[in-house]
């Protein structure tokens, strides 16, 4: 499997969330299913059928983690050389050249991505147009509106 790319905070996330899925929820899952089965028949019980299936969801997250945080290759961003370019876990404000709208990004990866927080998978095409380059050069993006034109402003690895 390859590795995944993830930054040091996405992974801490990943780690939080399983932490709370082993200690929290499936002691609390286990203790209902069996609750449930005290209810007696169990083919028309719906409170045991229901804890069964949150069983299974909660078992299948904590595999999709453990196997994410076993092929994640963690990158600490301010351990890497501040070369100035766009990599992998840098914040990059841009200004989009027609509209003078400036954001500010953060290239994650695709677990991490949440629009709403400015932070863009690494696959994204917003990403893929801005990794390499560096403060001052202008990138054009290819978005589902046309081709929008971009000037890197700042480069941090924070």
Do not use: W
């Given at each position: ?54 069983q299974g969801f ?70 893929r147009g801005l ?20 000037e890197i402003l ?5």
């Amino acid at each position: 499997m390859k590795q995944i790319p993830m930054t040091l905070f996405g992974a801490e996330q990943l780690r939080e969330e399983l932490d709370y899925l082993k200690s929290v929820r499936r002691p609390k899952i286990i203790a209902d299913i069996a609750d449930a089965r005290e209810h007696g028949d169990l083919k028309e019980n719906a409170e045991y059928h229901a804890a069964r299936e949150q069983q299974g969801f909660c078992e299948g997250r904590i595999q999709e983690i453990e196997a994410k945080l076993s092929n994640a290759q963690v990158i600490d961003i301010t351990k890497m050389p501040d070369t100035g370019r766009v990599i992998f876990g840098t914040t990059v404000t841009v200004m989009n050249l027609e509209s003078e709208d400036e954001v500010t990004y953060r290239i994650v990866g695709d677990d991490e991505a949440d629009f709403k927080k400015n932070l863009i998978s690494v696959n994204s095409p917003m990403a893929r147009g801005l990794i390499g380059k560096e403060q001052d050069d202008v990138v054009v993006i290819k978005t589902p509106g046309g081709d929008v034109e971009y000037e890197i402003l700042k480069v941090e690895y924070l």
